[in-house]
């Protein structure tokens, strides 16, 4: 069936594979491999300040699995920030929420340390483009008396003041 030139060279070929096998079992894998994980730019922690003195009265506010829990028995106790004073944190690029108890929102900081969000926002809370996150509202108060689209209202009103 194979003749004599053919065995030799499978045979040929198999011995190569096995010094190319036996060669990176010896050496390991090469240096330039990357390692699995994020890029770097992913890891990468940015000092990003939290501004929410405007708030008044004063009250408490928390950024989930950052800063010190806002829910507890007690909030005079609480180690959650007061709105009185800002803080700097630092968070790597990703999404991240603001609670306070009255008025909540997502926000994401950049690659590059920039922030991001709804522009729906933008009559309570200031800093897009930046890395400090002003919070000027205890709550929202949509401009013209309507949800904002931030909110998933797909109601429209019909001009009677119906809707």
Same mark, same amino acid.
């Given at each position: ?22 060669? @990176?079992?010896?050496?390991?894998? !090469?240096?330039? =491999? ?6 770097? &730019? $992913?890891?990468?922690?940015? /000092? ?14 928390? @950024?989930?699995?950052?800063?010190? !829990?806002?829910? =507890? ?6 180690? &959650? $920030?007061?709105?009185?004073? /800002? ?19 997502p ?51 019909d ?5």
């Open positions: 069936m194979y003749s004599a030139s053919s065995r030799v060279s499978i045979r040929g070929k198999l011995f190569l594979w096995g010094l190319a096998l036996a060669g @990176v079992l010896v050496t390991g894998f !090469p240096a330039n =491999v990357p390692a699995a994980g994020p890029p770097p &730019a $992913y890891n990468k922690e940015h /000092t990003i300040t939290i501004d929410p003195t405007p708030l008044v009265p004063q009250s408490w506010w928390q @950024v989930p699995g950052v800063t010190p !829990p806002l829910w =507890v028995l007690d909030p005079e106790t609480s180690d &959650a $920030y007061r709105t009185t004073e /800002t803080h700097e944190l630092k968070l790597k690029p990703g999404q991240y929420k603001f609670i306070s108890f009255t008025f909540d929102f926000f994401t900081v950049s690659l590059d340390g920039r922030l991001e969000f709804s522009k729906s926002l933008d009559q309570c809370v200031e800093g897009r483009g930046t890395q400090t996150l002003v919070v000027r509202c205890k709550r929202t108060y949509p401009h013209g008396g309507q949800r904002d689209a931030y909110y998933g209202n797909s109601e429209v009103s001009g009677a003041g119906t809707r």
